[in-house]
């Protein structure tokens, strides 16, 4: 058990009581715990009630059908791989992450789903025209640019002719924001730069990443307003306190601010209360694409 356990834990080194990915070439921004596992819960389900659904590349008719093979890119527990085999039984989801902690239990997942272990930086462990949609959501937070750049060229690699790609991230905008606010909004877009070269706005350089790759067509672009705060009802109510345990997440902000871990759990009261009072909002993006095989005259 010992020999089992033991190089999971050295993976791992706790800042200001969180627990983070202590990984060559790793360069996730956010804890891996059971507080972000929360958290990411909670995210997932405010998202799918704004989008109306859990994908918007046309894919419904061939995951009806059956058949298809989808994989989704930095998994986390599974929630989206859990929702869309459920709802496609005949359809095949695979997840994979480079934490498997909170992968559910083999015996409690549906039988046409399965969860891998993978760290994607050192490539997606399937041949050439594997999937039939690969899906990524959320991972403004994990990759450097060029990171990106390479696991873009990868995923069109294992998706097949007809195939789609999809990434649903936010674009890390905030409209609206008071001054503390502002101040914290800052210094975490630098500081993510310094800290582990992580553009948080990527999201912008999604559509050029899908445009510069010939293979990829009828790209698409989606954006949706997301509201901040209680203004905007219970919705607002709970994604203020889901941005709120964002910014708390980054532990390495206070120090670019010249103020101690404690003192910036404090500021991020005034967030929650200066997004209620000035009506704070950002935006999620989609962005989808379908590899097509080019055929010279």
Same mark, same amino acid.
């Given at each position: 058990?010992?020999?089992?356990?033991?190089?999971?834990?050295?993976?791992?080194?706790?800042?200001?009581?969180?627990?983070?990915?202590?990984?060559?070439?790793?360069?996730?921004?956010?804890?891996?715990?059971?507080?972000?596992?929360?958290?990411?819960?909670?995210?997932?389900?405010?998202?799918?009630?704004?989008?109306?659904?859990?994908?918007?590349?046309?894919?419904?008719?061939?995951?009806?059908?059956?058949?298809?093979?989808?994989?989704?890119?930095?998994?986390?527990?599974?929630?989206?791989?859990?929702?869309?085999?459920?709802?496609?039984?005949?359809?095949?989801?695979?997840?994979?992450?480079?934490?498997?902690?909170?992968?559910?239990?083999?015996?409690?997942?549906?039988?046409?789903?399965?969860?891998?272990?993978?760290?994607?930086?050192?490539?997606?462990?399937?041949?050439?025209?594997?999937?039939?949609?690969?899906?990524?959501?959320?991972?403004?937070?994990?990759?450097?640019?060029? @990171?990106?750049?390479?696991?873009?060229? %990868?995923?069109?690699?294992? $998706?097949?002719? *007809?195939?789609?790609? =999809? &990434?649903? +991230?936010?674009?890390?905008?905030?409209?609206?924001?008071?001054?503390?606010?502002?101040?914290?909004?800052?210094?975490?877009?630098?500081?993510?730069?310094?800290?582990?070269?992580?553009?948080?706005?990527?999201?912008?350089?999604?559509?050029?990443?899908?445009?510069?790759?010939?293979?990829?067509?009828?790209?698409?672009?989606?954006?949706?307003?997301?509201?901040?705060?209680?203004?905007?009802?219970?919705?607002?109510?709970?994604?203020?306190?889901?941005?709120?345990?964002?910014?708390?997440?980054?532990?390495?902000?206070? @120090?670019?601010?010249?103020?101690?871990? %404690?003192?910036?759990?404090? $500021?991020?009261? *005034?967030?929650?209360? =200066? &997004?209620? +009072?000035?009506?704070?909002?950002?935006?999620?993006?989609?962005?989808?694409?379908?590899?097509?095989?080019?055929?010279?005259?």
């Amino acid at each position: 058990m010992n020999q089992v356990i033991s190089p999971i834990l050295d993976k791992f080194k706790t800042i200001n009581g969180r627990d983070f990915f202590d990984v060559e070439d790793l360069n996730y921004l956010l804890p891996s715990d059971k507080l972000e596992a929360e958290r990411a819960n909670l995210s997932l389900v405010l998202r799918k009630h704004l989008w109306r659904g859990n994908f918007r590349a046309p894919i419904a008719a061939l995951l009806e059908k059956g058949g298809a093979k989808i994989i989704d890119i930095g998994c986390g527990q599974g929630g989206w791989i859990f929702d869309m085999a459920l709802e496609y039984p005949s359809s095949i989801f695979i997840g994979i992450d480079v934490d498997s902690s909170f992968f559910p239990p083999i015996d409690k997942c549906p039988p046409n789903v399965c969860f891998l272990t993978c760290n994607v930086t050192y490539g997606i462990p399937f041949p050439k025209e594997t999937f039939d949609f690969v899906y990524l959501d959320m991972m403004f937070a994990g990759f450097t640019e060029s @990171q990106w750049s390479n696991l873009i060229k %990868d995923i069109i690699r294992v $998706l097949k002719f *007809d195939g789609w790609i =999809e &990434s649903s +991230e936010p674009t890390f905008r905030f409209q609206n924001m008071g001054k503390t606010t502002k101040w914290i909004y800052d210094t975490a877009v630098k500081a993510s730069m310094k800290e582990r070269g992580v553009n948080v706005h990527i999201s912008t350089m999604i559509p050029k990443f899908f445009e510069s790759n010939d293979e990829l067509t009828d790209i698409q672009c989606v954006k949706i307003e997301y509201p901040i705060g209680d203004w905007y009802g219970y919705f607002g109510k709970y994604s203020v306190n889901n941005v709120r345990r964002v910014f708390h997440s980054m532990v390495f902000v206070p @120090q670019y601010m010249g103020i101690t871990y %404690d003192e910036y759990t404090e $500021l991020l009261k *005034d967030l929650v209360k =200066e &997004s209620n +009072e000035n009506k704070t909002y950002t935006h999620l993006q989609r962005c989808f694409a379908k590899k097509t095989l080019f055929t010279s005259l």
